[in-house]
């Protein structure tokens, strides 16, 4: 059965520093992957997705993400984090069986930003 | 564009009682998800909609949980009775058919 793991349940980095999240999938196939934010009280907000082509995907707030297929895995990344990063992230997949678009998340990252 | 909206935000209620929540689409998504979010896990899949017809609720608890999409845009969830382990968030998301889903912000439920 296809599932998502996030190793890492809290991360703390400081503001100005990279920051890796990391996620792992179990899946027959290569899924749809996806990574969601989620600030407190809010709900989950798109950075980026993966279906296919370039591994190396951008998304939106100077987030990347990269499809290593040999690794089962989709880390996310960010070269310098801001303060206002400090949240909740989800890495998710999905995959499409007829009209069935089931997505499985991942138990997310918290991830804390010191000054 | 406007966003997928929900309502309400926060709810507060007894065991036993019931409660529903609103969920209203992005204009033109077909699809629509209903999920479950409990303190400290990732969005769990209660059920999604084709239009007003029903494409997976394997997971949904059918002897205390239904949902209803009658005219193809706003749905329903309803919980009769509710359980304290029914207390999480609930994320309602739309998609164009079966592409990227976006989330409302989603209701709090506390089941006291």
């Known amino acids: 059965a296809q599932s998502v793991t996030q190793p890492d349940i809290h991360i703390t980095v400081s503001e100005g520093a990279s920051l890796e999240l990391r996620c792992n999938y179990s899946y027959g196939a290569t899924p749809y992957l996806f990574w969601y934010v989620q600030s407190p009280g809010q709900g989950l907000q798109l950075l980026l997705k993966y279906f296919s082509g370039d591994t190396l995907v951008q998304g939106i707030k100077g987030f990347e993400a990269e499809f290593k297929r040999s690794q089962s895995s989709f880390n996310l990344r960010k070269p310098s984090v801001h303060w206002s990063d400090a949240a909740e992230y989800f890495c998710a997949l999905t995959y499409l069986c007829y009209n069935n678009n089931d997505m499985r998340f991942g138990a997310g990252t918290r991830l804390t930003v010191k000054p | ?112």
């Open chain 2, 1 to 112: 564009e406007a966003g997928v909206a929900q309502s309400p935000r926060y709810k507060i209620i007894e065991k036993r009682q019931s409660v529903a929540f609103w969920c209203n689409p992005i204009s033109g998504h077909a699809t629509l998800y209903w999920y479950q979010q409990i303190l400290g896990q990732g969005p769990k899949l209660l059920i999604q909609f084709q239009n007003n017809g029903v494409v997976d609720d394997s997971q949904l608890p059918k002897d205390r949980f239904s949902a209803e999409r009658l005219k193809g845009v706003d749905s329903t969830l309803k919980i009769q009775p509710a359980k304290l382990e029914d207390s999480a968030v609930y994320l309602c998301a739309s998609s164009f058919g079966t592409d990227t889903q976006y989330f409302g912000p989603g209701t709090r439920l506390t089941v006291l």
